[in-house]
């Protein structure tokens, strides 16, 4: 990750545990720990071109898309 970014470096729910609102808890507290250890600051992730319902969750969750791709995966980002 660059640096003054945070980065998650891989994020996955079982489906099972999607759409109860499981995801956005455990997402929230990765990023205070994020901003405990190391201070707030943007927080970015790589999310795949074809997973829609992932890149839904990061829109819900505040992250934006940027135009950085590495590979197949498209890059989003939240500010603070």
Do not use: S
Not at 21 to 31: H, K, P, T
Not at 47 to 52: K, L, S
Request: glycine fraction near 14%; proline fraction near 5%.
């Amino acid at each position: 990750a660059a640096e003054g970014v945070g980065h998650v470096p891989f994020f996955y729910l079982r489906e099972d545990c999607r759409g109860r609102g499981i995801g956005g808890q455990v997402l929230d507290q990765a990023v205070e720990r994020i901003y405990q250890e190391f201070g707030p600051r943007p927080i970015a992730l790589g999310c795949h071109r074809d997973n829609g319902d992932a890149a839904r969750f990061w829109l819900r969750q505040g992250f934006r898309p940027t135009q950085a791709m590495e590979g197949d995966d498209r890059y989003y980002l939240r500010e603070l």
